[in-house]
């Protein structure tokens, strides 16, 4: 049993605290670089956590040392028992946090309140209306925009997720960076990332270097000032001088923090994932159905966890579309 209480500890030492629960594989949008235009197949309903599952699983994670929770999805506040969820998940000793394209967040603010949630994080690729009804195929820019600012009205921990895409919309970079200067958040550059079915281009990256390098054009290099990154982080921290808010860079293309991730992701048919990029998943959900222990095959899962990636250590493995095929596409992955 002494082993046991190191099975969120994986063969390379990294200690795992944080669990990213996603709640279903559907969304109100379709993000191109989410969801293949055809659609995804969905697992069967009866396939899907209900809210025991997922307290009870959860619930294991905890035990061993996940003291942060991220609920993603799909859309997590499409779920109709998002409030049982949440108020069940509030039980447990962890801090709370979730991802949202924003367009239901105006029905659960007092939610968020009384479960004490407060970090939110938005995906949000573009600031230009027609942009938005183009990436998500849905025109719902004006809704999504305006509960961002509720969001940081109402005094949240606010994030906003862009993923940029060469040719599409690192043209708004400025505009981004421009929301900081009176607003209270956290502006988060994402490199596009290759999922099965998402028609992802070398092409199409934009690069954390190329990111900073336009910064340093627009704002100049005296403004930017460098900010401690956080334990365990997944964005580099800058923000402009005397601007209100910061800005990040998730490099996890062009520069892995692999070496200090903490993450684990339960999709929403109860598998684990031990890397956002890996193929190989187990069952926890099977086995809480058959009354087994999940504590195991967690310990296998974790320790089968490679140093970089999948496995995908060189940018010519990480570019190699084989290598992304077997994988699943993002929706059905969890943010």
Known sequence: MSELKQILTDSLGRKHSYLRISLTEKCNLRCTYCMPAEGVSLSPRSDIMNTDEIYEIAKVFVKHGVDKIRLTGGEPLIRKDFEEVIKQLSRLNVKLSITTNAILVDRYIEVFKKYGLNDINVSLDTLKEDKFKFITRRDQFKKAFENILLLIDEGFNVKVNIVLIKGFNDDEIKDFIELTKNLSVSIRFIEFMPFDGNAWDKEKLVTQNEILSQVKDIFGNSSIIKLENESNFIARRFKIKNYKGEFGIISTVSNPFCDSCNRIRLTANGKIKNCLFSSKEMNLLKLLRNGESLEDSIL????????????????????????????????????
Do not use: L, Q, V, W
């Open 300 to 335: 296998i899962a974790m320790h089968k966890k490679k140093a970089i990636r999948a496995g995908m250590s060189s940018f010519e493995k990480f570019s190699n579309p084989k290598k992304h095929s077997k994988n699943r596409s993002m929706i059905t992955i969890g943010g």
